[in-house]
């Protein structure tokens, strides 16, 4: 069973950056691709930024701010954030672009003054 842990969250300011990991147990990233998702309260989790095939794909909402990577050797994804907002705050979970395996715990990302 394919375990993703996800790390690097953290209380920052507005304008701050922050940089995401995500370790899974298996190469799923380098066969089906990576998604990096969250969920605000009381909103439903969305996917946020992605890499399927060798293309990248952002959601509008972070686009030109969030950088998505991997490391096929390492198992491991990124999602380098930039100039973040207040409504960039979420858990943020990683899984394959369609959401294949079972969730981690995400990590909190909280975006305040």
């Known amino acids: 069973q394919v375990q993703l842990v996800e790390s690097g969250g953290g209380l920052v300011q507005p304008g701050g950056s922050l940089r995401l990991s995500c370790a899974a147990s298996?190469?799923?990233?380098?066969?089906?691709?990576v998604g990096w998702y969250r969920q605000a309260p009381g909103k439903q989790r969305e996917l946020v930024a992605a890499i399927t095939r060798g293309s990248t794909n952002y959601a509008d909402s972070v686009k030109g701010r969030f950088t998505i990577s991997r490391d096929n050797a390492k198992s491991t994804a990124y999602l380098q954030m930039n100039s973040l907002k207040p409504e960039d705050t979420a858990v943020y979970y990683c899984n394959s672009p369609a959401g294949l395996y079972a969730w981690g715990q995400g990590t909190q990302v909280t975006v305040s003054s």
């Open positions: 298996g190469s799923i990233f380098r066969i089906y691709g």
